[in-house]
């Protein structure tokens, strides 16, 4: 058994969800990979909330320098979020030798190149499966699997907020404010919405696959990007008069002389299109790739179990290397 | 740049797809891995045959050793199909030291155990992701970034000359006869289809399934299975009826006790279940996982372009590790 020391930052719903995922399927990790990963020390301010499960003494810290000076720890897992100090914790980690995983959308894309040159100047893993499509395992098969391809195409529905409201705004015809105000009563949205109905947390993934499926980098705040306000219950009879639905699409094109071009807008889909049926809070990606023709992932794309699934699968596959 | 050198064992169908694909996107692949990937040597008889493209003088051998006992040759990439000779071929190819790429899923569920300790024991890769889905990366998704995950079912459509006879039989009302005839014209089944219609080629696959998802070891002939011939376009009709549609699926579910249980049969899906939408020849698996919840994967499950992505994918994925 190989024993893997894992420094976490931040203990809030996917934290204490990756925590939960370890001990529930800890038996079952041992058994299919050989790996004892132990959460060692965790970075977290707020160390009285009821989580559902007891951290053991000595285990939390305020100090993140306990974690990035610690020469046991072997991993560092970043949920904190948001972009500082979350990628200045990166970079440290990764200066001082310890693999990173992060499910941070906003900090990776806002800082795509210095996190993976500091990563590969200092010779350690980083990865971050969990920071697009929450769940489902896109990046891996984008980066790895299906690496021998050429992609010529992708579209995703990439935010399970926007997705329940124009699922909501489509079936029941109800109005935009009033399907935001029953989401957030249901936890589907946050208290304030901006980043997701305008768009701008689905702007962000995709300037992370553009890197990945198109090696452009492209920054969030260039992508064209239109949100979903301002779509109402006439354009849902419109689409549906002529047999589509809208959905919030990231889309991107390689052209053959490989310039590319993407955006974020509500689109028309035709409903036998593979993404039309993508309801609620699911996330998909369309991907066309020279060989393989298209593939569409199916999944969850939020919430603290099926990102605690990516980001464990990610720790796994540096853990494995190490 | 590593060189990787290939020994292909034969150049059918999906031997001429691989070799054409690695041509194709030779460059792509060299900037985006830094794997220069040659294949050095192919065993094949029809030498003659006019496959699009020229293999350099000297690269067909008609001596299977002539690839095992090359001592430059890295990784052998099986496509001749059937359990025998392919499966003594692997055997030989692993203890000559080389790493095993291979798409049968015949010889692989007829032989799980020896080739995979066989690999073990000779301290070499071996991978199969064409094995099971074609193009669609499922077992690289199973095996590695949701092994996070305890499944706890799954069920998929993992054979196209099926599920296109199927999808023919239920839109256009037809019975099997004329729409097996139809599919064969049109090259969607073979001249011998019974392998495909009987299941017994979607046992093969779940079989393979089974050992990855559940780690539980059914021959194939131990899975009971139920093909398409006798369905009738009443049975469409009825099921048509119930708001459902009909799929040869293969399921295989894990009690919380640990048993588990599989089958492949014709079966009613509803027609808003996420695979019931999977039409004409593309494949789908839907997984579940304890963390991760719901995953769909679909996409070619067959064509000699998919299955080279899925074979392409893994000798680069052995090759990174070389």
Redesign the interface.
């Known amino acids: 058994m190989k024993r893997i020391s894992i420094g976490l930052l931040g203990l809030g719903n996917i934290g204490a969800g990756t925590y939960k ?2 001990e ?2 800890r038996t ?2 041992e ?3 050989g790996l004892d990963l132990r959460i060692t020390r965790i970075l977290e301010l707020d160390q009285e909330r009821d989580r559902g499960f007891t951290v053991p003494p000595g285990v939390f810290t305020e100090d993140p320098s306990a974690i990035f000076d610690d020469p046991d720890i072997d991993i560092v897992v970043e949920l904190i979020g948001g972009i500082e100090p979350a990628t200045s914790f990166m970079a440290s980690a990764m200066k001082g030798g310890k693999s990173v995983v992060s499910a941070n959308k906003a900090a990776i894309a806002e800082n795509y190149e210095l996190l993976t040159e500091t990563a590969a100047s200092s010779g350690v893993g980083f990865r971050f ?1 969990a920071s697009v499509g929450g ?3 896109l990046i ?2 984008i980066t ?7 992609y010529t195409e992708m579209h995703g529905i990439l935010n399970g907020t926007t997705n329940y409201i124009l699922t909501k705004m489509s079936e029941q015809g109800l109005p935009y404010d009033d399907v935001l105000k029953e989401a957030q009563e249901l936890g589907f949205a946050e208290a304030d919405p901006t980043g997701d109905v305008k768009g701008e947390d689905v702007a962000n993934k995709l300037s992370i696959l553009m890197s990945l499926v198109f ?1 452009k980098r492209v920054r969030p705040e260039d992508i064209p990007t239109r949100g979903i306000t301002r779509i109402t219950p006439e354009d849902f009879r419109e689409a549906a008069e002529n047999g589509c639905v809208i959905k919030l699409l990231a889309s991107a094109f390689r052209a053959p002389d490989g310039t590319c071009e993407c955006f974020v807008q509500p689109s028309w889909l035709n409903k036998t299109h ?1 993404l039309a ?1 993508v309801r609620n809070e699911y996330n998909a990606l369309l991907i066309r ?12 794309g939020a919430g603290p ?2 990102t ?3 980001v ?2 990610d ?3 540096i853990a494995r290397r190490l």
């Open positions: 995922v370890l529930q399927n079952h990790i058994a299919t990979t499966e769940g489902i395992p891996g098969a790895e699997h299906l690496c021998a391809n050429e090696g593979p049926e790739g020279n060989a393989v023709d298209d593939l569409v992932f199916y999944g969850k179990f099926p605690a699934s990516a464990l699968g720790v796994i596959a």
